[in-house]
Every structure is written in C-alpha cells, then in structure tokens.
C-alpha cells in the first residue's frame, strides 16, 4: 500500500481533487476552475455526475474535459450563483489570499469566483507561502497597453514580460495578452488587487483577494490538510 510520504506530486494533486467532492452540494451547479490539479478533481467529479445539476466553468481547456466526461457545462450568464467553486491556485498565503493565472485563465477564473459563495482552493504545499509574490504574477491586458502598464510595475520594482507561447505572445481565451511580472512581495494583497485593478489596460490582476479561498485542501506528505480561513 501507498504512504503518503511516498506520494507523487501527481498522486498529491489526485488526492485533493478526490476530497474536494466533499464540498460538492448534490443537486446543484459546481464551478470548476482550470489546471492540472483541477483536471484531477474533474474525473473525480465524474464519478457522482449523476448528483449534480452540471457545471460553469473557467476556460475552454476545462469546457471540453468536462463534456468528455458527460457533465453538462453551462454559460456563467445563465446562473445567479453558485454555492462553490473548486480552483487549484499558484501559491497561497496564511489567510487564503492567492496568486492565479499560471494556466492564462484568470478573469475567467475570477468572474466564476465571483458568481461563487464559497470558494475551495486545492493545491499541494509547495503553493503555501507566507507572502505573495515569488510565483510571478499574470495579469491579462489589452495588448496596446502593455508597455504602459509594464512600466507601471517597474516602479513598484517588478520586471513585467509578455508570456510567450510559439514564439508569439500567448492569446488569453477573451484574446488578449499575459504580462508575468516578477520581483515584487505582495504583503497588502486587498490593497495590492484593488489598485492594480483600477490601471487603464489591466483586464484583470492574478491576486485573489477579494476572491480568496474560504478552504484550502493541502496535499502534504502526511495526506490531505484542510485549512480554513
């Protein structure tokens, strides 16, 4: 048998997409986020499709994984809420605030989150952090404004590059473009999103705070830690 210490990154990502069925209300519609560790809580899901009414999702790259599976996805347009959305996320602080956007599907993302009442974030340890900031931070923005906003960043002392993919910047899903800016400690995350936000250009900001997690499902070597905020 398994110990949890011998545990893969990947068998860690298996075992919180399992546990957060947990959180999943029978007979209503779950969000569902985007992501590797998100991939492992949709064939989870899978298993007790029948109970749920379907699911509103945050990227076309979930879209289609869930459909393959036979769980109705439904437009974000057509809901008025949803008592909780399921999203892995690129690191996590002490009071569940998060950074996102490493999959490029973060104002999707953060428009579900939104919808959400409760938000779960499943994740393994290494996206535990004290402060955010060492994962660098995707913001989605309209491509005339790149550099403006690139030189926004660097007087806060953050270095902002255009995410390539192919040699080309990468298209978001909304068709736009991902700055990942690095070297900046995020300590204010609240104060931090809501600025940052406001900027002409910005689509969205990769710090959930405003959105943050209400629990997180940690993979660990010693299983599945839950954490509430």
Not at 96 to 117: D, F, N, P
Not at 135 to 149: D, G, N, R
Not at 184 to 189: F, R
Request: hydrophobic share 45%.
């Amino acid at each position: 048998m398994t110990t949890p210490s011998s545990l893969t990154q990947d068998e860690l990502k298996a075992l919180v997409g399992q546990a957060a069925l947990h959180y999943v209300v029978p007979g209503d519609i779950v969000g569902v986020g985007t992501g590797s560790t998100v991939n492992k809580f949709i064939d989870a899901l899978a298993s007790i499709k029948g109970d749920i009414k379907g699911a509103v999702s945050s990227s076309v790259a979930s879209t289609e994984r869930l459909l393959a599976l036979g769980i109705p996805v439904l437009d974000a347009n057509e809901v008025e809420s949803l008592s909780v959305y399921i999203d892995g996320a690129d690191e996590i602080d002490g009071q569940g605030h998060m950074v996102k956007g490493g999959g490029a599907a973060l104002t999707r993302e953060k428009i579900v989150a939104a919808l959400a009442r409760r938000f779960v974030c499943i994740a393994d340890e290494s996206k535990r952090v004290e402060v955010l900031g060492k994962f660098p931070l995707p913001v989605e923005v309209i491509p005339m404004a790149t550099q403006h906003i690139a030189r926004r960043f660097a007087a806060m002392g953050g270095v902002a590059t255009v995410r390539q993919k192919d040699g080309k910047p990468l298209v978001t899903d909304n068709g736009q473009h991902i700055l990942d800016v690095t070297g900046l400690s995020i300590a204010e995350p609240l104060q931090f999103e809501s600025e940052v936000n406001q900027w002409p250009g910005v689509v969205t900001v990769g710090v959930f705070a405003h959105q943050k997690a209400a629990v997180c499902l940690l993979g660990t070597a010693q299983g599945v830690k839950t954490l509430v905020y």
